[in-house]
């Protein structure tokens, strides 16, 4: 629990933001009673006409309360249908009750009234051990959540019921799923307008289904401004054939637009006229009969992603559906066949469900790489999609979408960033990845004030926003991708997918190479010593590694910056230089939230030292400060290639020597080492097995002591009494100045030294531990760290550093002392 709540307080806030998500048209879940038992005896109905309304009869159980269909309109203008849509337990006869309030009369859903067909469904199998948690919505999708009943057992039988129902315009679908004793049986209710009558898609709940006047095809698609393909399909003599007359085949057409067929025909003669070739590429009689599919498909049946055969042998129509935000006041989804928006859609005519395209159906023969490899202005993606192995994806039978930068883009990139992805190394295939998703996405799914969101491979979202047409503007409104790239040619179409292309390569954090995230990050002095050290490539490779970068403030005052603006030159493969850079280098990758206290090798061979502090007075025990040699983490947690980067506030160096040797290379400490000499600790201080804090009064704060003969510090007598007094110096444990916080009474640290003194820590305008406050932070040793003060911490009394204990004055009781007398 602690180390999730010093996670989050390491990550910090985090801004959420919504964005419209096109989802793929669940239906809303709800219990349902088959028609049937509401109004009729038990028995199987015949395809017809639906009765009109039936009492209960008696011996049917009945329901606590009738549940009717949830649809998305709330637009109904009787509130008593919004809220018996929105609230389905409440049931008729609770609005019923409320006639005198301004309800209104509950009125009869559609599916309940005249000129309803009902088709019934019943399978039972044998259920398996886990079928019995398990629930299938109308649409046979694996979902949670939809109502269930669970009966209690009678004479040893035990039944698990699921339901749910989907709303349609035109159909009304309610699927019961029966659990009984092993044996899985399923109920199917399908009410849908009979032929020759339906209802608008904006109709009111109530209103019925009526009749429609169903026309000749060709009548149907003059309505719907599509006559031109038709009547050039029957004067090519096709569209007999198409239609199947005297066969009795049903048929489902998409036809282009009036528009859009004659821009393709005048463009079909140009191209002919130049080339005669062209004319046998694209027979007319395939080009009509690619725009007929056999069957009558209403949209709202077909599942995205499906692909319907075309009358044309190996030519198939791949639909897709987005759902659209219901704050755009448009329809709730939008279809296309093969990328082509479909304008109108589920016309009945008396030969044919007549569809309407904003285009023309071309034949489609190759996959997506295909069409990348005949590109000349992609021959860069193309290599490096083979030399990562993705090529086969795009070569494979499931739906794909790449959104393909050209060879120009690849000149727009960082020189680390080109080279990668060229060679195919390191994170390349991540990058591609980036461009990449797991469906079929048509420009058509991006609206004009909407974000569409969509996850690539990574499972990234990319954010693709379509632009505001302006008032002159012809063609299409652009298309950015995560505000970087824009869509340059839309709607590819492969036979298994589709491919868009893009101006610039999208970037991601966790697919870059180091040196380039670096940059990003805007480390611009740690990125030059890589690049004039020669080793940058070598960085760049490493995997599984964590990379602690000091910031350009920490760097900018350092020898090597100054080298680095004065002689460069000295800097190439300097070994020096490639220790410094390797000692901020870590196996393996550690994110803040798996930071510990330990000591972990770098590259260069040495260790460093992983401490964690709590900054909050009250909640102690919360990490939520790391250093690593007592340098804070200021940034950390990007991402990039398989590794991590951590930014520091100051540099790493590796220390050369331990506490002793420290204490010796510096005059002014002498006669603190006289001490630890006469205390017999120059072992203490020597040892690597173990890591401490040393507090170390300079000599001058010594002379000051002597000087001013003070005597709340008596001068040290005995050879315990300096053995006590050095050892109120030494703490057993790396005690960094990023750890120590203001703190106040009743929320007072202290830290423990080894002479088993308890020192408070504190800070005002600089560090202090009780009487001494540190003058020099963190000098870094082998064995721990050093901390200069500015006074000598004389150990106190032992019996002053027991806990006072609380016990009522009563016979025998003395006060030891003035805080016993205080309490």
């Known amino acids: 629990m602690l180390r999730q709540w010093a996670c989050l307080l390491l990550l910090g806030s985090i801004s959420i933001q919504a964005v419209p998500y096109y989802g793929d ?18 028995g199987r109905q015949d395809v017809g006409p639906a009765p009109g309304p039936v009492p209960p009869t008696t011996g049917v159980e009945q329901k606590p309360f009738n549940v009717d269909a949830i649809t998305t309109d709330v637009n109904a203008p009787n509130p008593a249908i919004f809220f018996q849509q929105s609230f389905p337990f409440f049931g008729n006869e609770f609005f019923n009750s409320f006639g005198g309030f301004g309800f209104g009369n509950a009125q009869e859903p559609w599916w309940k009234g005249p000129n309803v067909c009902t088709e019934k469904e019943e399978g039972e199998t044998v259920a398996t051990e886990t ?48 659990n009984q004793n092993g044996k899985k049986k399923t109920l199917t209710l399908t009410r849908q307008c009979c032929h020759g009558y339906g209802r ?81 590429k694209t027979k007319p009689s395939s080009i009509y009969k690619l725009h007929a599919v056999l069957g009558e498909l209403e ?43 479909i304008d109108k859609h589920d016309k009945l005519s008396e030969q044919a469900v007549v569809h309407t395209l904003n285009g023309m159906l071309q034949p489609l023969t190759k996959n997506v790489m295909d069409i990348i490899r005949e590109r ?9 999609l083979e030399k990562t192995n993705l090529s086969a994806m795009l070569e494979g039978e499931k739906p794909v979408t790449i959104f393909v930068p050209t060879d120009l883009a690849f000149d727009k990139l960082e020189p680390h960033l080109r080279r990668a992805l060229k060679e195919g190394r390191g994170c390349a295939s991540n990058i591609l990845k980036n461009h990449m998703l797991d469906l079929t996405f048509c420009s058509l799914a991006t609206v004009p004030g909407a974000k569409t969101t969509a996850f690539n491979l990574l499972g990234e979202p990319l954010l693709l926003n379509r632009t505001q047409r302006a008032e002159n503007q012809t063609g299409p409104s652009s298309i950015f991708i995560n505000n970087v790239a824009k869509i340059m040619e839309a709607d590819i179409m492969g036979t298994n997918g589709v491919l868009h292309v893009i101006d610039t390569i999208l970037p991601t954090e966790t697919a870059l190479p180091m040196t380039t995230l670096i940059s990003q990050k805007n480390l611009t002095i740690f990125k030059q010593l890589l690049e004039a050290s020669g080793y940058d490539d070598q960085f760049d490779d490493l995997n599984n590694v964590t990379i602690f970068a000091p910031i350009d403030k920490a760097l900018q005052n350092t020898e090597w910056a100054r080298l680095l603006k004065e002689q460069p030159e000295v800097l190439n493969h300097n070994l020096d230089l490639l220790e410094f850079l ?38 102690s025990d919360v990490m939520n400060r790391a250093t690593v040699n007592c340098a804070r983490l200021v940034h950390f947690d990007d991402e990039s290639c398989g590794s991590v980067l951590h930014q520091l506030d100051r540099p790493l160096t590796p220390p050369k020597n331990n506490m002793l040797k420290v204490l010796e290379a510096n005059p002014g400490y002498s006669k603190f080492l006289e001490l630890v000499r006469k205390a017999n600790l120059t072992q203490l201080l020597s040892n690597d097995s173990n890591s401490y804090t040393l507090l170390v009064p300079k000599n001058d704060v010594f002379d000051e002591f002597s000087e001013s003969g003070e005597t709340q510090k008596p001068a040290v007598q005995t050879q315990a ?72 911490i004389v150990p106190r009394p032992q019996r002053a550093q027991q806990r006072p204990q609380l016990i009522p004055p009563g016979a025998g009781y003395q006060p030891q002392s003035d805080f016993d007398v205080f309490f």
């Not at 054939?241 to 140009?270: C, I, N, R, W």
């Open 582 to 619: 390797n000692y901020h280098v870590v196996k393996p990758m550690i994110k803040t939230c798996d930071l510990s206290e330990k000591s972990l090798p770098t590259m260069a061979g040495s260790n460093v030292r992983l401490n964690l502090y709590s900054t909050h007075a009250l909640f």
């Open 721 to 792: 009494e300096l053995v006590a007094m050095v050892k109120t110096h030494i703490v057993e444990d790396v005690v960094c100045c990023a750890g120590i916080i203001p703190t106040n009474w009743p929320f007072v640290r202290s830290i423990e030294s080894i002479g088993g003194q308890h020192l408070r820590i504190t800070r005002d305008r600089r560090p202090k531990i009780e009487n001494a406050g540190v003058t020099k932070c963190d000098v870094v040793a082998t064995n721990g760290i050093l901390h200069e003060i500015n006074d000598i």
């Open 299 to 341: 949209l709202e049946d077909v599942p995205n992603e499906q692909l319907l055969q075309t009358e044309v042998p190996d030519q198939k129509i791949r639909i897709n559906s987005y759902q659209l935000p219901p704050a755009l006041g448009l329809e709730p989804y939008r279809y296309s066949a093969n990328c082509v928006p």
């Open 376 to 384: 000349p202005d992609m021959s860069i993606m193309r290599t490096v």
């Open 200 to 280: 608008s898609r904006n109709a009111d709940f109530s209103t019925p289904c009526e009749k429609i006047d169903i026309k000749d095809v060709e009548v149907t698609a003059g309505d719907m401004g599509a006559k031109q393909f038709i009547e050039s399909a029957r004067k090519a003599g096709e569209l007999s054939d198409m239609l199947g007359q005297g066969s009795g085949k049903k048929v489902t057409l998409f036809l282009p637009k009036d528009q859009d067929f004659m821009e393709y025909h005048a463009q079909q003669q140009q191209e002919n006229a130049v080339d005669q070739a062209n004319a046998d």
């Open 25 to 42: 048209g669940s239906s809303f879940d709800t219990e349902f009673v088959p028609l049937e038992q509401q109004q009729q005896p038990q």
């Open 131 to 178: 079928e019995g948690d398990e629930t299938v919505d109308t649409f046979g999708q694996e979902r949670d959540g939809v109502s269930s009943v669970v009966r209690s057992p009678l004479f040893g039988q035990f039944q698990f019921s699921v339901n749910s129902c989907m709303e349609k315009p035109n159909k009304h679908v309610c699927t019961k799923i029966v």
